[in-house]
């Protein structure tokens, strides 16, 4: 009998370690990650080592990949000017803004935090307001009244900013619909990790929204993600991490990182029936659509 490890057992140790998974293989036609949080990601598992910049070597490992552009995404008043910051002095880098729907009902002054995320709002490298929406999976009743109070504020935000709407929605689908057609939807909104079925994609599409789809859409279980994502018309798709989770498979249960897109870029193409290289160039042309320029 051997002595050394099986190979399930040496990929939880990895996984234990907080290893990152290899890299993929390289796209040929760039696109950006939608919606990433390089500051948890950090935080997860140190990609370069203590002497190196872990966040410089995740955005030089996504370029390395084809994935020349990220949004960083903030979900509380220092996360949200952590990467407003970054934003700032990085060309690769747009920044999106927001509380969180289920920090909201955390917060002993909600108004107050709205205060900050509206001036970060203003900046010119600032261009989602997001991720902000409803949560029915980890907040309960007695905090859903606070998060509804903060996704319409946020609505207002966008609106008054011209900035695009991300939206996290889990398990909240009518209510977040509910809650857009009252407040009066901003000209852009994006469903971040797009968690629906076909017939919430359609209705999602119908009003224009765009529809991100992460690594969720590789998973064996995800054949209703699938059918949302083949419906979805090339001009309203795009593609996350949501990094550090929802690693695509091969690599589920280890760290994600925006590097990791090709896989779920070309498992979105085979779900499609996409060429790879088209299916790109319509992703990367959404972005610009959506964000503007990153340089």
Known sequence: MSSSPS??????????????PPP????????????THLDLTIQEADPGGEAADPVETLITAAAKAGVDRIVQVGVDEPSSRWGAELA????????????????A?????????LRVIEALAGQPRVRGIGETGLDTFRTGEQGRAAQEISFRAHVAIAKRHGKALIIHDREAHQDVLRVLDEEGAPDTVVMHCFSGDAVFAAECVRRGFHLSFAGTVTFASAGSLREAAALTPAGQ?????DAPYLTPVPHRGR?????????????????????????????????????????
């Open 7 to 20: 190979q399930s057992r040496r990929d939880r140790d990895r996984r234990r370690a907080g290893e990152f």
């Open 255 to 295: 760290p994600n990182a925006s590097y990791l897109i090709p896989l779920t870029v070309r498992s979105l193409a085979a779900t499609r029936g996409d060429d790879v290289d088209e299916l790109c160039a319509a992703i990367s042309a959404n972005g610009e659509r959506v964000f503007g320029p990153w340089r």
């Open 105 to 113: 009902p955390l917060l002993s002054d909600l108004d107050e935090s």
């Open 88 to 103: 700032a002095r990085h060309p690769s880098v747009l920044a999106a803004v927001a509380l969180h729907p289920n920090e």
């Open 237 to 241: 798709i795009m593609v996350e991490t």
């Open 24 to 35: 993929a293989e390289p796209l040929a036609v760039p696109v950006f990650d939608s919606h």
